[in-house]
């Protein structure tokens, strides 16, 4: 079991939680067609914990003093996704009339797009699976194999995802075309674009 020092750790790190609370924000970006946005925010809980961790090295701090950095570089990338969209919305949004009228054209999103409930329910099983792959893949080692091997998997699997990220910008680039072509029948193009997104993440 835990020692009581690593359960009261624990308990605050578990506001991590709220980096993966990005998707909504994620999709204004992407609407906004600003994937170079997107594409800089990769950085901003890598550099985080890069200058949090040297600072670490050099005033000798303990495993608490770590766990803090990466306390701070998964919230910096949450909250910098968040603004980073509410900043491009603004520029988005025209004059508003009035909050009635914002209220209106809320109301007829559902009308205007048929199955969008099942999209979105969907989308969210689908990212939830996603997320739920990662964190239960080294559970179940360290249940298997202790926790020596879970650390093991777990820096390898660090070091996979970031031979990922290409194909990850990749795609997250190319998802509304995606969904656009979908929706609109257009396999052929869809097909090749598939295709030629397959080749380049190859290559990269």
Not at 15 to 35: C, D, E, N, W
Not at 141 to 151: F, I, K, N, Y
Not at 156 to 185: D, E, H, W, Y
Request: charged share 10%; hydrophobic share 55%; with cysteine.
């Amino acid at each position: 079991g835990w020692s009581t020092v690593a359960v009261s750790l624990a308990v605050p790190f578990s506001l991590a939680a709220l980096a993966g609370v990005r998707a909504t924000p994620q999709g204004v970006l992407q609407i906004a067609g600003r994937f170079d946005l997107i594409a800089w925010h990769q950085s901003v809980q890598p550099l985080v914990r890069l200058c949090g961790s040297a600072l670490g090295w050099v005033l000798g701090w303990h495993l608490a003093g770590f766990l803090g950095v990466w306390l701070a570089a998964a919230l910096a990338e949450c909250a910098s996704m968040w603004l980073l969209a509410l900043w491009v919305l603004r520029r988005l949004r025209p004059e508003a009339d009035g909050a009635a009228r914002g209220r209106g054209a809320a109301g007829g999103v559902r009308g205007e797009n048929d199955g969008l409930l099942r999209f979105i329910m969907a989308a969210n099983v689908d990212q939830t699976l996603q997320d739920l792959a990662p964190n239960l893949t080294p559970l179940t080692v360290g249940w298997m194999l202790g926790p020596e091997a879970a650390g093991l998997f777990a820096l390898s699997q660090r070091a996979c995802n970031v031979l990922q990220q290409p194909a990850v910008l990749l795609g997250q680039a190319i998802f509304s075309t995606l969904a656009g072509q979908s929706a609109r029948s257009e396999w052929g193009s869809l097909g090749r674009l598939v295709r030629r997104s397959v080749l380049i993440a190859l290559a990269a």
